[in-house]
């Protein structure tokens, strides 16, 4: 059994453990970060895809968490152009609803809260006239028109867990920790391979429970501790149908239960529609959308579009678990998102560091007050240390944050034998980054066997090689949506590459650094 010793060690893979494995690694500290399948594997890649204020937590007088995440979205551009970019939201007026002059006090209030720099101010929309209502049912003629961004979720995880690697944390993929106790003076931890089962042990000073739906599984099983857990399961599903309307944006309903519902256009073909509420008591790693929740959505849309959306339009399904502080709220939907940070350090016991809720957007800042929360805790030199994340990019973010079109354009001039299509969707996952995947691969003509759509052996490595991508599921659902386009042969000809070369590079290194 290898052994290891560490400052830090972070349970989970999702973008909490991610986000504060990179804060803490760009801090000076020693850290290692288990997670038991895929980075991104269960709540993390399964969110409505933005990053946003959060238009109606103003109606339950959430006006910190709004602040920071409003101001969260222009940091959070900046720092990774190629997967956040901005989007426009149409709010339909529904008379019978919430009234016109509350949405208007509602957005005046969304728009200035945040410090708005970048992003388009709200506007009021004449749906009658304008392209935005064309989709829509005659009857809705009034709507307003703000901004938020859009997210893939995924790759922003992962992408914070390639700097946190690059800064020197332990990443570990398919670890799944065992046990984690106290011993003279620090945390023993005991993880298992996914794969061979073969254990590993480290000992870490701090132990950070960000395990998501399994926090509480975390606190009583691998942690043995007799600390209330404190969550609350609540999930939220989506379905994706085929193109519902023309362009880039998103519609935002209002439903007659007072929840909201997004429609987006999603993967240039299609609409994502989403999502739920609904508290949820089984195991995470089960969790779907059910029919009756499909067929709500599916509902919800055809309210307002001028062509009904059923069950039957429905292409591909997801759900995920919310791991939702238990604030004792009479309902899913008005339990809290914002985040909560539980602190157990006894007395001359190593600390453990429990994180309930938090919101994509606000990763970054809930992991700047996880580390602030346990400075005390931290050597006099990493203590002081002020957070830094604000301040730098992601992996492949290095450009300016309107500087999409012109990075794909330099892409094509240096890569001529790149098709347009592919070096738009391959900038748009790795931005600068780009230039490590097709190193050595002619004018981009060379980029190997395809699978399908237009993912080629040459991303594959790449993913295999830079971002801990093990399987098929990896690569076409996380790190990517091309899950959407390839057929059965392809993932099974994807899968069966990737075995072989694992299998072909079984001693090499689990994540090679960029430098």
Same mark, same amino acid.
């Given at each position: ?404 079109? #012109?990075? /794909? $354009?330099?892409?094509? !001039?240096?890569?001529?034998?790149? +098709?347009? &299509?592919? %070096?738009?969707?391959? =900038?748009? @996952? ?58 059965? #042969?392809? /993932? $099974?000809?994807?899968? !069966?590459?990737?075995?072989?070369? +694992?299998? &072909?590079? %079984?001693?090499?290194? =689990?994540? @090679?650094?960029?430098?």
């Amino acid at each position: 059994m290898t052994r290891a010793q560490f400052d830090i060690a972070v349970i989970g893979g999702g973008v909490n453990g991610c986000g504060i494995a990179r804060d803490a690694a760009g801090r000076g500290q020693s850290v290692v970060l288990f997670e038991k399948g895929d980075l991104a594997g269960a709540t993390s890649s399964a969110s409505t895809k933005l990053i946003h204020g959060g238009l109606r937590y103003l109606e339950h007088y959430k006006f910190r968490l709004v602040r920071e995440s409003l101001v969260e979205r222009e940091v959070l551009l900046q720092a990774a152009p190629h997967i956040i970019w901005p989007l426009r939201f149409v709010l339909p007026h529904h008379k019978g609803l919430r009234p016109a002059w509350l949405l208007r006090l509602g957005l005046f209030l969304y728009d200035h809260l945040g410090g708005r720099r970048i992003l388009p101010a709200t506007r009021r929309v004449d749906l009658t006239r304008e392209p935005a209502g064309k989709p829509l049912k005659p009857t809705f003629r009034l709507g307003f028109e703000y901004s938020d961004c859009w997210v893939e979720d995924s790759r922003l995880v992962v992408l914070s867990a390639v700097d946190a690697a690059e800064r020197g944390a332990d990443i570990r993929v398919g670890a799944r920790v065992v046990s984690a106790r106290r011993e003279e003076g620090c945390w023993r931890i005991v993880a298992e391979d996914a794969e061979t089962g073969a254990r590993s042990e480290a000992t870490a000073r701090i132990l950070v429970n960000a395990a998501g739906p399994w926090v509480g599984e975390v606190i009583s099983g691998v942690v043995g501790a007799n600390l209330p857990a404190g969550v609350r399961l609540v999930k939220g599903s989506h379905v994706v149908v085929s193109k519902l309307f023309e362009g880039g944006g998103c519609y935002i309903f209002q439903n007659a239960d007072n929840r909201i519902v997004f429609a987006i256009s999603y993967e240039r073909d299609f609409t994502l529609i989403g999502t739920t509420d609904v508290d949820y008591r089984d195991d995470p790693a089960k969790v779907a959308a059910t029919p009756e929740e499909a067929a709500y959505l599916c509902k919800a849309a055809s309210e307002y579009f001028a062509t009904p959306v059923s069950p039957a339009d429905v292409v591909w399904s997801y759900a995920g678990v919310r791991p939702l502080y238990d604030d004792g709220a009479s309902s899913a939907q008005e339990a809290t998102r914002d985040y909560v940070l539980a602190l157990d350090d006894p007395p001359g016991a190593p600390p453990l560091l429990s994180v309930f809720g938090g919101k994509i957007t606000t990763f970054r800042r809930l992991a700047e007050a996880a580390l602030d929360r346990l400075a005390p805790h931290l050597p006099p030199s990493a203590a002081r240390r002020k957070g830094w994340t604000g301040r730098s990019v992601l992996p492949g973010g290095d450009f300016a944050w309107d500087g999409y079109d #012109d990075l /794909v $354009a330099s892409v094509l !001039a240096r890569w001529p034998g790149l +098709r347009p &299509g592919l %070096a738009a969707r391959l =900038v748009r @996952a790795y931005g600068t980054r780009v230039a490590v995947l097709l190193e050595g691969r002619g004018d981009g003509d060379d980029l190997g066997r395809v699978f399908g759509a237009d993912l080629t052996e040459a991303e594959v490595d790449y993913l295999m090689d830079h971002e801990w991508a093990r399987t098929a599921a990896d690569v076409l659902w996380r790190r990517s949506k091309l899950g959407l386009r390839v057929d059965a #042969d392809g /993932v $099974a000809a994807l899968e !069966a590459y990737m075995r072989q070369r +694992r299998a &072909g590079r %079984a001693d090499a290194p =689990v994540h @090679a650094a960029v430098t």
